[in-house]
């Protein structure tokens, strides 16, 4: 049986997630990257601050994940439905102010994966990401409560 350990005996290294951030709020941008760029196993390849940046990025960098931020959807579901369809190898985490369960509702049936209001993105978002880099949905604990699966 071949050894799977990297030099010095320690797993082999993983390839990050890749993460395109779309938000257009600098400050909330750079705090949102700051907060991925923490994590060993994510990094983000593309920001944007508008949404035809956002599908220029994912386009020319085809990254795992999108984080999105809603306000630039004009919380338009439809929005949602068509970046998803178009760029369906890449998942689309929202991140929001708003911490709705119809909001997250209509989120995650126009085709994103994760639903993570911004008031908790530092303690949820790295694992949304994982998550959705996995094709596995992510909901914030609160709106989980209330918001019945998939």
Partial sequence: MH?????????PARRPIRVA??????TMRRTLRQLLENEPDVEV??????????IQAVR??????LVLDLGMCNRSFETIRQLSERMPSTE????TMHESPSLARHALSAGAIGF????IADAHLPQAVRRAARREEYVGPQTALIVPPG
Avoid: M, S, W
């Fill in 60 to 65: 020319a960098r085809r990254p795992q994940v």
């Fill in 92 to 95: 689309i985490v929202i991140v």
């Fill in 3 to 11: 050894d799977q350990t990297g030099p010095g005996g320690e797993p």
């Fill in 45 to 54: 390849i593309a920001e944007a601050a508008d949404l035809e940046t956002a």
């Fill in 21 to 26: 951030l779309a938000e257009d709020h600098t």
């Fill in 116 to 119: 993570v209001p911004k008031e």
